[in-house]
């Protein structure tokens, strides 16, 4: 059983296109969150949701829109795609996120985005 | 904003111990983690700290020193599966109320036969 599992894993794309990745956790986990890995490693938080209420958006450009239909699904979908989006993008989840309660997040296996 | 230094690379020898440092600077500060995350996977969680001291999990250790900012993990007894990047995360709580984890940029840590 797969506790957070994200598709596609690759997906390569051309520039301008727009294109959808699908997160989906069955911990019970209550808040999720998407993260960036750049060429660098560096891994980014871009976004977080609990209980389907986005609680954080980081300096991210309007392209790239999540949705949370509900507390276990946190899609992201990016739209006009450009070279510099090319990373790959993790889904997490965790247990709390407004109380601090949370004591480790649990990572998707990656989606690694290549446009070109 | 917060500010997470560790170093970018380690190598050490099969059967060592090696230590990785962690540093920063927060305000808020509701935890530190590290996780390991092998060539093209996914970070997996290690250990968690909150409070000061040293927390023992097998071969591997973490510690934290909350007034200076600083937490290390110690590694024992290294296998060639422990190269990975091992990433620093420190939690702390934002303007809107809500606790997001930063990452450090993680250290390589290559072991060799």
């Known amino acids: 059983d797969t506790a957070v599992s994200q598709t596609p894993k690759y997906l390569v794309t051309q520039m301008g296109n727009d294109k959808s990745i699908k997160c989906e956790q069955n911990?019970?986990?209550?808040?999720m969150y998407w993260y960036k890995q750049d060429s660098k490693k560096f891994l980014k938080i871009m976004f977080s949701?609990?209980?389907?209420?986005?609680?954080i958006n980081e300096t991210v450009p309007n392209r790239f829109s999540p949705k949370s239909p509900d507390k276990a699904h946190l899609n992201l979908h990016i739209n006009s795609l450009e070279l510099g989006d090319s990373a790959v993008y993790f889904c997490a989840s965790s247990l709390g996120g407004r109380t601090g309660a949370s004591m480790s997040y649990t990572f998707g296996s990656g989606t690694r985005l290549t446009v070109v | 904003g917060q500010n997470i230094d560790q170093p970018t690379e380690m190598t050490a020898t099969e059967g060592a111990i090696v230590q990785i440092n962690c540093t920063y600077q927060t305000s808020g500060f509701n935890g530190l983690f590290w996780y390991q995350q092998h060539a093209g996977e996914a970070p997996t969680f290690l250990s968690y700290?909150?409070?000061?001291g040293l927390e023992e999990k097998g071969r591997f250790s973490s510690f934290l020193s909350r007034s200076k900012g600083y937490s290390y993990l110690l590694l024992k007894e290294l296998q060639m599966k422990d190269s990975a990047s091992y990433l620093c995360?420190?939690?702390?709580?934002?303007?809107?109320?809500?606790?997001?984890?930063?990452f450090g940029r993680g250290t390589s840590l290559i072991v060799h036969p």
């Open positions: 911990l019970g986990h209550d808040t």
């Open positions: 949701y609990n209980n389907k209420e986005l609680i």
């Open positions: 995360a420190v939690r702390a709580r934002r303007s809107g109320g809500s606790y997001i984890p930063t």
């Open positions: 700290n909150v409070l000061d």
